[in-house]
């Protein structure tokens, strides 16, 4: 069992940067695949950023790659999502998820979840 809480969020302006952090629970946490996964009002749930055990590998959907850096401290139990050069299309609820599928994309590969918490970029 693993509970996730996740911190940062807020209101930023177009080209800012943004940090959201992940806290979980669980003696296990260092066995998930991490993830961040974002929707907008009215939009589904997509896939942001993963980073497998270890720490070893990221991946990334195309609409982030090269401005959001995904990485993990397995020592404190952590996720964050470091996130540069914010635009107004990345304006949504950011979750964390953890699950088990080497390179997962979908929301449904993931069994834990965060309550999200609210990025919101001005234009």
């Known amino acids: 069992q693993v509970q996730l809480v996740e911190s940062g969020g807020g209101l930023v302006q177009t080209g800012d940067s943004l940090r959201l952090s992940c806290a979980a629970s669980g003696r296990t946490f260092s066995r998930y695949v991490m993830a961040w996964f974002r929707q907008a009002p009215g939009k589904e749930r997509e896939f942001v950023a993963g980073?497998?055990?270890?720490?070893?590998?990221?991946f990334y959907s195309d609409s982030v790659k090269g401005r959001f850096t995904i990485s993990r401290d397995d020592a404190k139990n952590t996720v964050s999502l470091q996130m540069n050069s914010l635009k107004p299309d990345d304006t949504a609820v950011y979750y964390c998820?953890?699950?088990?599928?080497?390179?997962?994309?979908?929301?449904?590969?993931?069994?834990?979840w965060g309550q999200g918490t609210q990025v919101t970029v001005s234009s």
């Open positions: 998820a953890a699950g088990h599928r080497w390179n997962g994309i979908a929301a449904t590969e993931y069994d834990y």
């Open positions: 980073i497998h055990w270890g720490g070893g590998n990221t």
